[in-house]
């Protein structure tokens, strides 16, 4: 029940935030959508066309590989919970600054205090150096392709987290021979 107060508290406060520019040309924030006692978190990067008009995350062409990615892994969306570091999206999917970032990242922060995930699968390049670099492996950071489908296990205050660098599915919306790497990925989180 905390939980729920925690992250209703977060989308209230998602939906009126103006701590950095991207307020100015949201629609709709996306806090994120889940299961609150989920064991894996997925973090993307951020709204992207379809997520600002509905505010909810992977919801176009890179979540509808997602989704299949999940299928393929034998998880549903009804179990886990996907967010992004940024909540609102940036102007023609632009790479977010690093003022964004920082001015939006006590919301994921928060998130991950809340539903304090056994893993973290950070999806693409860029949430993956946000995550390493918050828990302390700022020297792990390197390009997706070389980190993919490793795991880095990290102690916390709780229990310890892994974090699991994935291709973001959004690579196999360009290319298509991808989604055979993204699935080798995804079936990482079968064994575990
Ligand atoms: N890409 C992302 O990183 N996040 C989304 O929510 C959609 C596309
Ligand atoms: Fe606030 Fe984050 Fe949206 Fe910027 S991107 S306005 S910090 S919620």
Redesign the pocket.
Known sequence: MLKEGAIAGLRQ??TN???????KT?NN?VLGEGNLDAKILFVGE?PGFNEDKQGKPFVGKAGMVFDKLLDFANLKREEIYITNV???R?PQNRN?FPG?VK??S??LNSQIEAIKPDKICALGNFATSFILKKFGLQNKVAGISRIHGKTFTVSTLADPIKIIPLYHPAVATYDPAMLEPLKKDFSLLKET
Request: glycine share 0%; net charge positive; proline share 9%.
């Open positions: 406060a998602v935030c103006r701590r950095c520019d991207l307020w949201r924030s951020a940024l909540k609102c940036p977010p964004e001015a939006c006590l919301y």
